[in-house]
């Protein structure tokens, strides 16, 4: 069932974050509603289909975007590996762990896409870049990570209900 | 001397001279004080059972009235709603309808061209890019590499295509480079795009003359673009001596995030001169 139902929502998500968070963006950064769907699901303890949501995530980015499939594909295997790591260490936050892997997430993504940029076309000012859009791409995650959070924490204890011990 | 047939007849008769007499006795006013002696008590009497009677049909009737005063007012504010998103709807055609009479009017002015009619219904998630999702693809004609303008100016071209939708890559994306003329001096350069959404221009040589305003219109050099394509106007050049090629700003014309419905140039085929570079 949390395979299946990845397809749709994720496909949802990439309509929601093309149509609509695309457009509405703080100076020159916006949104990344995909890591951060892909973080709120993995950070959950009982969540086990993690991969198989990120590897729906990544074709399904890979088909709407000009992003080369490494840097989707680097950006959101770390935050799904960040989100499993710090799941084990930080099992009694989890809303911690979420901002933890939304901001690092962001941050690695960001550094990809520069990397990118400098092995196709020229280094772009870093300085610029940080200002202009990290930091407000960052801001808008973190202000979005709070209501993801909970709609697919809700989610992922429909799907994984807690088992009880008698 | 009169005679009456019967008694009756004479009370019949007194009966109508006192009638009579009373009507012209309140004509002249006579009987006014008379009248308000009267009137007073009687109007009394009549306020208060009126008043009573008001009060107990209102506690009868009150709470069926809440409850049609109520239903009463949700029709109406369905209605509003209704009539609310019909006028976002209509405002939303006169808006469609404006930009779509003035490409209209760019297409007729620019007969030389075959067009195809897009709206921009996505953009690239990644902030680095400067890319639009269009809602034609192969199906419609639309082929790689296509130039796409609006009634203002240039917009980019087709990157990638798909049955029913393309990706276009917008002048203002780091990776767009195109060759350009300077309408004014007639210098040639190339209109490179930055990462955060704006393009200079790059390699204008040292002794072109450039001013600000200057209009800036594609060379049609590389075969990438049609020649004379309105893409912007000069905003500030730089000079220095020791460098081998002048720099400038560019303000393009077209807004790019106001960017709804394009129109992508069917016949005009992009060369590919790859095999031809060393």
């Not at chain 2, 220095?240 to 720099?247: A, G, L, N, V």
Request: charged share 15%.
């Amino acid at each position: 069932m949390p395979f299946l139902l990845s397809i749709p929502i994720l496909a949802f998500v990439v309509i929601l974050q093309t149509a609509i968070l695309s457009q509405m963006p703080l100076l020159y950064g916006a949104s990344d509603l995909l890591l951060i769907v892909l973080a709120a699901w993995s950070v959950r303890p009982r969540v086990q289909a993690y991969w198989f949501w990120g590897i729906v995530a990544v074709g399904l980015m890979t088909f709407v975007s000009s992003q080369p499939l490494w840097v989707t594909a680097g950006s959101y295997g770390a935050v799904i590996l960040l989100a499993l790591y710090l799941r084990r260490r930080i099992w009694k936050v989890p809303l911690l762990v979420m901002f933890a892997v939304v901001f690092a997430g962001t941050l690695f993504s960001h550094l990809l896409s520069v990397i990118n940029l400098w092995l196709t076309v020229s280094l772009p000012p870093v300085f610029d870049v940080f200002n202009q859009i990290t930091l407000p791409s960052l801001l808008l995650n973190l202000v979005l990570a709070l209501p993801v959070y909970v709609l697919f924490g809700d989610l992922a204890d429909w799907l994984y209900p807690e088992e009880l011990t008698v | 001397m009169l005679k009456f047939s019967s008694p009756r007849s004479a009370q019949t008769l007194v009966l109508i001279l006192v009638a009579i007499g009373l009507v012209l006795l309140a004509l002249g006013g006579y009987l006014t004080p008379a009248t308000r002696l009267l009137l007073i008590p009687f109007v009394s009497v009549q306020t208060w059972v009126s008043t009573r009677y008001q009060a107990i049909q209102d506690f009868i009737t009150t709470p069926n009235d809440v409850a049609t005063l109520r239903q009463r007012n949700a029709e109406l504010e369905s209605e509003v709603g209704r009539l609310r998103t019909q006028v976002i709807a209509l405002q939303q055609q006169v808006a469609d309808n404006q930009v779509l009479t003035t490409l209209l009017r760019f297409v007729q002015d620019n007969p030389e061209n075959q067009y195809v009619t897009a709206a921009v219904i996505g953009r690239d998630p990644s902030p680095f890019l400067h890319y639009v999702i269009i809602n034609r693809g192969s199906d419609q004609g639309l082929r790689r590499g296509m130039p796409v303008v609006t009634q203002d100016g240039l917009v980019g071209r087709i990157a990638a295509v798909d049955s029913a939708a393309a990706r276009v890559q917008l002048i203002t994306d780091a990776a767009s480079s195109i060759n350009i003329r300077l309408q004014k001096s007639g210098a040639e350069a190339m209109l490179v795009g930055q990462v955060a959404g704006t393009v200079a221009l790059q390699m204008i040589p040292q002794e072109a003359k450039i001013e600000v305003g200057d209009v800036v219109v594609t060379s049609g050099l590389g075969g990438d673009y049609p020649p004379n394509l309105l893409i912007g106007q000069v905003t500030g050049v730089r000079k220095r001596d020791y460098d081998i090629f002048q720099t400038a700003s560019v303000q393009p014309l077209v807004d790019f995030r106001q960017l709804n419905i394009i129109l992508v140039i069917t016949n005009f085929q992009p060369v590919d001169i790859e095999a031809l570079r060393p």
